[in-house]
């Protein structure tokens, strides 16, 4: 099956710009003659550099106006790949695949949604799935800050993943739908929904990507998120 690339993009500054152009042109570097669809939820008058960016390198821009959340954005990719029939691989917009072959990794793996491994710029360890802290009474990233070669973040497990360099099958987008817009950790959610439905998520070290962990400045987030972190409490404390 074909795989579409969906890159939420949110603007700001020239900091978020270089970042973006920097995670295209590592995209376009590692995984050739992959379609990607960027979609451009910045503020008013901020995203006026992408459509020359996209255009160069044959990637289409979808323009949604800014104010739009991560989960929003995200999901206006994901209706196109659903409705296309391919898998999704989303990318933040400040995420940078090191090496060719990520994406070969991704969909080898066994799973319905797979997470790859995420390096802060320093080396350190950002994110390798999520694993519920019961010190914290929520999911929180395993091995955060680690070293890079820390023994166990090398190999696969089973486990909620995040957003930021993520395969979801066609077939978990049918089933599960879009990302709620409601919940504050929207990817753990829809891990969750995906093993309550008997699907499988799963982090697979091999595919490696630089984050630099750029806070997203769309819509506001619900001033109730319903009551998310609670309902996790309640379910696996």
Do not use: K
């Amino acid at each position: 099956m074909s795989v579409l690339a969906v890159v939420p993009a949110c603007v700001r500054d020239r900091h978020d710009a270089e970042l973006l152009g920097r995670c295209l042109v590592a995209l376009w570097r590692t995984a050739p003659g992959v379609p990607a669809i960027v979609v451009d939820a910045s503020p008013a008058g901020r995203g006026e550099e992408l459509a020359p960016v996209c255009a160069e390198l044959s990637y289409e821009l979808l323009p949604l106006g800014g104010g739009a959340s991560f989960a929003r954005a995200a999901n206006a990719g994901l209706a196109i790949a659903e409705d296309v029939g391919a898998d999704a691989v989303v990318l933040h917009h400040d995420v940078e695949p090191l090496e060719p072959g990520w994406l070969d990794v991704l969909t080898a793996a066994r799973g319905d949604i797979v997470g790859g491994r995420l390096l802060f710029p320093d080396g350190t360890l950002q994110h390798c799935g999520y694993q519920y802290s019961q010190l914290h009474g929520r999911f929180v990233a395993r091995m955060l800050f680690g070293p890079a070669d820390l023994p166990a973040s090398l190999e696969p497990a089973v486990c909620p993943v995040g957003s930021a360099l993520t395969l979801i099958r066609h077939d978990a987008l049918v089933a599960l739908g879009e990302l709620d817009e409601g919940v504050g950790e929207a990817d753990v959610d829809l891990c969750l929904r995906a093993f309550a439905a008997g699907g499988t998520c799963a982090y697979e070290p091999g595919a490696v990507a630089v984050h630099h962990d750029v806070v997203w400045s769309g819509a506001a987030p619900a001033q109730a998120p319903r009551e998310f972190d609670e309902a996790l409490r309640r379910q696996f404390a």
